[in-house]
T-cell receptor
């Protein structure tokens, strides 16, 4: 069974204090690993897709990396507006009759204080 | 128009009521999903429609009934719900068998069952 574990559950940072969020996964055959940002009361907002170990993607202060067992979301010099819950999800290669569903972790709630 | 639109944004219903949630996607995708998000839990996949055919039903109680009349519209019909069904219900869409397989989410319907 595909599983995703995110750590820590919650993280408090001071503005400008860089850190990393972890996503550990087990999946039968990884098609893609996805990072989303979710603000309270809203739907998840897509950030990145990573497809193979060694791949990296960047967007403003965020950088996502991928190994065969885990992914990291690095946040460099965060600002208060980066406060949100960050969700990680994996997608396995579809078996016959199956679907391209995403399996999510519980998320990391990030708070950046000014 | 935003990519994935859900209505209503908020819904309060009694246990004997019948209501429907609506989702519309403007991204040209061919798969649509219903997820349930409860506090302290990962997003739970409820239903998947791929090419307008239901391909996954994750042991969801029969008081939830999905309908996908075409590739752009998805409904979730609700009847005789229980208080534990109160949650954020999220609709998503993606392109099956595409190069980019990420799912895009709507803003969700906050459901309260009283």
């Amino acid at each position: 069974e595909d599983q995703v574990t995110q750590s820590p559950e919650a993280l408090r940072l001071q503005e400008g204090e860089s850190s990393s969020l972890n996503c550990s996964y087990t999946v039968s055959g990884l098609r893609g690993l996805f990072w989303y940002r979710q603000d309270p009361g809203k739907g998840p907002e897509f950030l990145f897709t990573l497809y193979s170990a060694g791949e990296e993607k960047e967007k403003e202060r965020l950088k996502a990396t991928l190994t065969k067992k885990e992914s990291f979301l690095h946040i460099t010099a965060p600002k208060p507006e980066d406060s949100a819950t960050y969700l990680c999800a994996v997608q396995a290669w579809r078996t016959q009759g199956g679907s391209e569903k995403l399996v999510f972790g519980k998320g990391t709630k990030l708070t950046v204080n000014p | 128009e935003t990519g994935v639109t859900q209505t209503p944004r908020h819904l309060v219903m009694g246990m004997t009521n019948k209501k429907s949630l609506k989702c519309e996607q403007h991204l040209g995708h061919n798969a649509m999903y219903w997820y349930k998000q409860s506090a302290k839990k990962p997003l739970e996949l409820m239903f998947v429609y791929s090419l307008e055919e239901r391909v996954e039903n994750n042991s969801v109680p029969s008081r939830f009934s999905p309908e996908c009349p075409n590739s752009s519209h998805l409904f979730l019909h609700l009847h005789t719900l229980q208080p534990e069904d109160s949650a954020l219900y999220l609709c998503a869409s993606s392109q099956v068998n595409g190069m980019n397989t990420e799912a895009f989410f709507g803003q969700g319907t906050r459901l309260t069952v009283v």
